[in-house]
């Protein structure tokens, strides 16, 4: 048996146009029993990165297709990357041979780069109720007369846009630059590249300005809701401020909820007026009445995946409000100023009360893919015996 392992260089998450680097090693395990005759043929190696897309059937109307038989021959030497998966492989890189006839002795082994740049024309990686984006890089190994075998490494793609539109110069500086380490060029690439998005995304998101909201309802004012800025990246939190100080109406309760929305568009639902599916990511709930002034802080799931939209379904991010308002004024509690004696205040115990709800839209957008790479469920490491 020989063992393969493939290990993803940087961690399991990158940006779109980024370089991927796999290190695969293949070794013959020494064993007691392992003599000079139990050497190991490979007959060839090649690998390649595709992105897997699988529709919901209960959501999503895609055209019929004439399905495609998913038998490897004995003999075939053709690698399929996505063979035995559900869903269709929405795009995929070129293969590449990583060695023909290798020959591994007991207890020998041998390893290859793979390199190859993530397709920007792609979706970032999405988990959805309604459709899935999978990004997998594939290996397949065969031995002669043997059928093909996978091994499939999955990572995270992100998606800045507008960063695949940097030109790249040869004799542009990338950073401070030390004289006794070399760097190849396609390293420096890389890195400019991270650097410039981390740049964008910075710049889009560090634009702050008030944005002021008055809450209201069919009977008055309830309070001001205040927010510096609507556009966010993952892994930031979001903090809002109330003030009911200057309210009409008693607001007893209110609950703030961080939810993404998925939308297929109209030509491929599967049933008119189709619902966006909800997702909550973090809520904040709170008690309020007689109170004059508070906030909230959601924190933005670095495992979440920023809006983008496709050809097929559209992924949105807002804040959904709900308040609960008492049916008629609520005077506060008083207590004399010469007040010998303790005084308990106990709250009604029926109350008549309203209630209704606000979305506010806002952006997500990504973060550099380093700090992704933390709370990844990926190890960026597999591997299999063959």
């Known amino acids: 048996m020989i063992e393969v392992v493939a290990s993803l260089s940087r961690g399991p ?33 090649s690998a390649q990165i595709h992105c897997q897309f699988h529709a919901s059937e209960n959501r999503v109307m895609l055209p019929s297709e004439t399905p495609k ?20 492989c929405f795009l995929a890189t070129p293969p590449k041979i990583l060695f ?7 207890g020998e082994s041998k390893s290859y780069s793979y390199r190859e740049t993530v397709p920007v024309e792609g979706p970032p990686s999405f988990r959805g109720q309604s459709v899935k984006y999978v ?4 290996i397949g190994c065969q031995r002669v007369n043997s059928p093909i075998k996978l091994l499939r490494v999955p990572f ?10 940097t030109q790249f110069h040869h004799d542009e500086a990338v950073a401070p630059s030390n004289p006794f380490l070399e760097e190849e060029e396609g390293t420096k690439k890389d890195s400019r590249l991270v650097e410039i998005a981390t740049e964008m995304l910075m710049m889009a998101t560090s634009r702050r300005s008030q944005h002021l909201f008055n ?25 809002g401020t109330f003030d009911f100080s200057e309210g009409d109406i008693p607001c007893l309760q209110f609950s703030v909820s961080l939810q993404s929305e998925e939308h297929v568009l109209e030509k491929y639902q599967r049933r008119p007026n189709q619902p966006a599916s909800l997702t ?27 809006g983008f939209s496709t050809d097929i379904v559209a992924l949105r991010w807002r804040l959904h409000f709900e308040f609960v308002t008492a049916g008629e004024p609520m005077e506060p509690p008083t207590v004399p100023e010469n007040q010998s004696e303790i005084i308990t205040w106990t709250g009604a115990e029926q109350i008549n009360v309203d209630t209704f709800s606000w979305d506010l839209p806002i952006k997500v957008l990504p973060t550099n893919p380093v700090l992704a790479s933390y ?7 597999n591997s299999i015996m063959i």
């Open 215 to 239: 809450i209201t309802n069919a009977r008055g004012k309830v309070g001001k809701f205040c927010i510096f800025k609507t556009v966010y990246r993952i892994g930031e939190d979001i903090v």
């Open 100 to 106: 023909c006839d290798l020959r591994l002795d007991p």
């Open 280 to 306: 909550a990511h973090a809520r904040h709930q709170e008690s309020c009445l007689h109170t004059a002034s508070t906030h909230f802080c959601l924190p933005i799931p670095l495992s979440a995946t920023p």
């Open 13 to 45: 998450v990158f940006l779109a146009g980024e370089t991927l680097e796999c290190l695969i090693t293949f070794t013959n395990p020494l064993s007691h029993r392992s003599t000079s005759a139990s050497s190991e043929m490979l007959a060839w190696a």
């Open 135 to 138: 990004y997998k890089l594939t």
């Open 375 to 381: 709370v990844a469920q990926f190890s960026g490491v």
């Open 156 to 165: 995270r793609v992100l998606v800045v846009h507008g960063v695949e539109d």
């Open 69 to 88: 038989q998913d038998v490897q021959a004995e003999n075939e030497t053709v690698l399929v990357p996505n063979r035995g998966e559900r869903g269709q």
